[in-house]
């Protein structure tokens, strides 16, 4: 310590430590202190609640919980936060640290963070603990994640291309009966049990070979409140589920997501909830998916199409539909041409209950659906149309026929496989934030609205 008191950059890394207290926010001037005690820290009048998402409000002592964002606080915590990331890379050196301290007392400018979806500095405590790192700082992290680069800019520079591609007119909703018979063609989701078949006939042929065959790519990923199709003694009206909401939610199908002033309508539910196991009922600290709830029933859809940016950083799309049209308009024939739209656009859907549980990990559930063992080996291919809840048995789709290819049973599937998919998607070239929740869910349709072609591979 000799040679450091003499040292000026030290001299003010020794000011930080003693000024910092002073400032009111009672954090620890030892880095490893603040990662690893028990207390939480705790800025001047608020609570951290940790880990997690929220804070008490300033001396408020009920159950009222606000979002906290990173964007409107620096945490207490957040310089000796940084001094962990820098000390566990092995590049802490002297003006590192007196970088962060400085930083902290508010003499250099430092990024407060984005409001949008990540870890917290409690998550990342909690994590540094569970790994066993506490008074080991050089030792491997070894907690079930990953760190891995996320920077904000990026090589590619192109303007998404398939932005806007949506048809602004001739798809627009209309009325499913005109005096009192179907004017619409086939509609989704259906009844997918086995044997059943629908009341309307059509003359078109499902896709029942798989997506890549056929020319197709997943050009998005979102997932629904409940299911919108019906396989009984799977996912049926009889299923349970925690049940946080089953209101209609004000929106049309762009807006039919989990908003905090209109939540999602609540479609079917599977039959593994059980209120008795911990797996079903233990909260999830969720990064980057919002709104979701271990124990909950999702019906995921992954669109497909031929006219994708298939191959290329803008193949993912949110809303799905500039995904599904993104190449059509150089090449109208890529969907409407040859063999069909049916032939042309697709959605696998697949269902899942939620579970706090790591042995129902999948790490790559962006791409599409789980083929394996189970997984997508009973399934229903049919015609229908788009879905969500701006249609129902009496407003319906245009987009229509379009393969739907679904699977019969309900998986068990780890929040932390939801969690590591909403992450996936925000690293998408375009800006997939509004899909990282729940859409409500189509009503079942009727047997009238339902095509005659659902078939069992």
Known sequence: MGSARQSPLAAAVLLGVLIW??????????????LCADATTMAPGATTMAPGATTMAPGDNDDEEMPTSGASRLSPSAPMVLSLVLALSGHMHQYAAAAVWLA???????????????FTC???????KDSGCCGQPDATFEADYQIVPAPSTSVITSDNYCASTKPTEGFDNFNCFENAVVAASEQAGANVTA???????????????TYLEGGLCPVNVHWHYG?????????????SGPNMSAEEDEGGEDESRRLDTATARLGFQCHHYDENDAKFTTDYAWAYCVNMHVGETYEVHWPHSKAGACGTPYQYQSP????????????NDLLVGGVGLNYNVGVQAQIFVIVNDENYYYPDLMR????????GMDMAYYTGSTTGTSRDNEICSAYTPITWQVDRKCHLISASSFDKMCADMLLQRDDMSIDIYAHGARELV????????????
């Open 446 to 457: 009727l047997d009238e609205l339902a095509a005659d072609n659902l078939q069992r591979l």
């Open 104 to 118: 902290a007392l508010g003499s250099v400018p430092m990024a407060t963070g984005a409001s949008s979806p990540g």
């Open 195 to 209: 044997g059943y078949v629908g009341g309307l006939n059509t003359s078109a042929v499902p896709w029942t070979g």
């Open 21 to 34: 207290p002073a400032l009111g926010t009672g954090c620890p001037d030892d880095a490893d202190t603040d």
């Open 368 to 375: 599409g659906m789980i083929v394996d063992g189970d997984f």
């Open 320 to 331: 799905f539909y500039d995904g599904v049209f993104c190449r059509f308009w150089d090449n």
């Open 227 to 239: 299911t919108e199709h019906l396989s009984v003694g799977e996912y049926d009206e009889y299923g």
């Open 122 to 128: 409690g998550a990342v405590k909690e994590l540094y």
